[in-house]
Antibody
Framework: EVQVVESGGGLVQPGGSLRLSCAAS????????MHWVRQAPGKGLVWVSR????????TYADSVKGRFTISRDNARNTLYLQLIGLRAEDTAVYYC????????????????????WGQGTLVTVSS | QSVLTQPPSASGTPGQRVTISCSGG????????VHWYHQLPGTAPKLFIY???QRPSGVPDRFSGSKSGTSASLAISGLQSEDEADYYC???????????FGPGTKVTVL
């Protein structure tokens, strides 16, 4: 059974730091791109960051660029998100999400889909 | 302000057909496939439609997706009480180099 389980959330003061972890199981972790998506209380989904399967390429939303760092340890089947310089607007549930590529009938790459989501870990930034 | 636009709410009585729209632009829906995610209160989102109109296993065939130009839609036919949830559209945006989500549509069964 595919599972992704987040941890590391909590209450932190503005300007503080946190490291989120995501333990993956039930699939070949090193074959999948992985993502973080967040959801502020009562709000919609916002994509935060992604990392390719071997960790050599990362992408970030403009709102977190320079403050958040995504990384992975394929030997430990674990995804990370380092958060620094936290702001009140970073308060949200952070979801770890598996990405899966899909193709058309001729084998042409069509894109990536978020097919498994963790239950999320809540980060609260407040003094 | 979301890059993708969705109505905040949609509703219908049991058995009715409900359609949710998702409008974007040439850099997202216009040039990439659209996915739909379903979220029950207090739970994680779940993939419901991918690549515009494909249903993952386990998703009832009452749900269907379509795309035309820079817009997409999700249709729920034979509406059931268990369909009450928030529905989000999403796509990759080539200009932003980021995945973008719509603001979500809350479906209510009257």
């Amino acid at each position: 059974e595919v599972q992704v389980v987040e941890s590391g959330g909590g209450l932190v003061q503005p300007g503080g730091s946190l490291r989120l972890s995501c333990a993956a199981s039930g699939f070949t972790f090193s074959s999948h791109w992985m993502h973080w998506v967040r959801q502020a209380p009562g709000k919609g989904l916002v994509w935060v960051s992604r990392i390719n399967s071997d960790g050599s390429s990362t992408t970030y939303a403009d709102s977190v660029k320079g403050r958040f760092t995504i990384s992975r340890d394929n030997a430990r089947n674990t995804l990370y998100l380092q958060l620094i310089g936290l702001r009140a607007e970073d308060t949200a549930v952070y979801y770890c999400v598996r990405g899966s590529s899909y193709y058309d009938s001729t084998g042409f790459y069509l894109g990536e889909v978020f097919d498994y989501w963790g239950q999320g870990t809540l980060v609260t930034v407040s003094s | 302000q979301s890059v993708l636009t969705q109505p905040p709410s949609a509703s219908g009585t049991p058995g009715q057909r409900v359609t949710i729209s998702c409008s974007g632009g040439s850099s997202n829906i216009g040039s990439n496939t659209v996915h739909w995610y379903h979220q029950l209160p207090g739970t994680a989102p779940k993939l419901f439609i991918y690549s515009n109109d494909q249903r993952p296993s386990g998703v009832p065939d009452r749900f269907s997706g379509s795309k035309s130009g820079t817009s997409a839609s999700l249709a729920i036919s034979g509406l059931q009480s268990e369909d009450e949830a928030d529905y989000y559209c999403a796509a990759w945006d080539d200009s932003l180099s980021a995945y973008v989500f719509g603001p979500g549509t809350k479906v209510t069964v009257l």
